[in-house]
């Protein structure tokens, strides 16, 4: 696969890509920089808007708008007027921020959080603890923490098909499967799906319409498709050294969008770094779903 950066605009720990299909537009989260982002290839048109703290991710509501994820909550976004309304919070720990941030294809927000280890100034902090969490949020605002002690919460895809879901901790460079219920969102069987790997470690994620598992590596330069039982499928390089998330788009779903970072890389980064890029894929993906809240 041939990536090109979609943008002239490099950004810092470019994360969270959500396509949404009924608009044909790229939703994405800068997280260092406190910005959220919405891209129309059509027109190449990019509009932003910024918090005050660090965000994880922008997705479409299905009632209109946007919902984001940020260190301190959830927050409903107008696109037109940039107004942030505050929801509420999820995780109360105050040393947590959001990371990964999601909705399964029955509408449902999933949000994972991390130790901060982002500080002030947007450097780099260490992180010494898994006080990270996993939370479910259905429509109606109702939440449940369904895991804890994650260390760096990554990776939220289903396979509808299968009746899957995925999760992954950074820190261990592992995928877990679940058993997932689309009705009532219940996750129970967790096992080891993909282990650690010497390319780099398990960032985000995106799911084909065969069911393998795309997984951007951070550190590793490269993608993996991961089959269905967990194997390595194929290593797609990728020109930039930390991969962060992926997402499939466009009029039929094979075009692949690549979030990456400049974050923990030296001051010399290579002008690739930290671009949002794109490719032709030659399977297509799974669809995304808006949030239904």
Known sequence: MRFEPVLETRFQLGEGPHWDGASGRLT???IVAGMVHEFTP???????????EQVSAIIPRAKGGYIVAHK???????????VFETWKEIDPNPVNRSNETRTDPSGRLWLGTMQNNIGPNGEDLPIDRSSGTLNRIEADGRSACVLERIGVSNTLCWDVARARMYFADTMKNTIWAFDWDAATGEIVNRRVHFGPHERGYADGSAIDAEGFLWNARWSGSCIIRITPRGKVDEIIETPTINTTSCVFGGAELKTLYVTSARQGLSGHARKIEGALLVADAPVAGQACTPFNG
């Open 42 to 52: 059509a027109t190449g048109a990019l509009r932003s808007w910024a918090m005050k």
């Open 72 to 82: 301190s909550g959830l927050s409903f976004l107008d696109p037109q007027t940039g």
């Open 28 to 30: 994405f989260a800068d």
